[in-house]
């Protein structure tokens, strides 16, 4: 298993993955794009820069798919009204910042020498993040934490649940993959923040 992220000495932090880890990020960050590119808040792709700007026809109402809901909560549950204009000015462009950070960690990925497909294994993928992605990367692991919790039924102070479930339990090993994410994110953090 990968050590996690290291401080680099100009700033940033660095990362050696497998071939697998890295295949399973590049996974979990294409799934977290198409979840949240296919659904019509996604903001218009115009050809008119200022026209995109200004575009405010997203969406006033809650996404039905449970993790979209936890990824763009109701800003107002009190006032339905509210809570509808605000989503219509903000989920899109909202939607367009967490594919895009989660496309920057793809990216990363296969620059850093993960191929686009098959030939994963005795490979080793190097990363390098400079501190403005390193942000971007840590905001990716939150969504994608998130989206893992969501889809699993993850609640606060139930871990021993999750431990006792047997190896055969395909969602063990789901929740692994949530707890590996988290150790990505903390080691990430530490690695960042400064001493």
């Known amino acids: 298993m990968s050590e996690g992220f290291h401080r680099r000495r100009k700033g940033g932090a660095v990362a050696t993955f497998t071939g697998f880890e890295a295949d399973l990020l590049r996974s979990l960050a294409s799934q977290l794009?198409?979840?949240l590119r296919n659904e019509a808040a996604a903001p218009?792709?115009?050809d008119d820069p200022l026209e995109s700007l200004l575009d405010f026809s997203g969406p006033t109402a809650a996404p039905d798919d449970?993790?979209?809901a936890r990824l763009f909560p109701t800003a107002y549950p009190e006032d339905e009204e509210a809570a509808g204009e605000f989503r219509r000015f903000t989920e899109g462009a909202l939607r367009d910042s967490k594919a895009q950070a989660a496309a920057l960690v793809i990216e990363t990925l296969e620059a850093g020498g993960l191929p686009p497909e098959g030939g994963q294994e005795g490979l080793v993928v190097d990363i390098e993040?400079?501190?403005?992605d390193a942000l971007t990367w840590l905001r990716s692991f939150t969504d994608i934490r998130l989206a893992l919790a969501t889809r699993l039924?993850?609640?606060e102070g139930d871990e021993d649940y999750w431990l006792a479930l047997p190896d055969e339990d395909p969602r063990a090993h789901v929740y692994d993959i949530y707890q590996w994410v988290g150790y990505l994110q903390e080691t990430l953090v530490a690695a960042v923040s400064p001493r």
């Not at 993040?129 to 403005?132: A, V």
């Open 44 to 46: 218009a792709t115009g």
């Open 33 to 35: 794009v198409e979840l």
């Open 66 to 68: 449970p993790v979209l």
């Open 153 to 155: 039924g993850v609640e």
């Open 129 to 132: 993040l400079g501190p403005p």
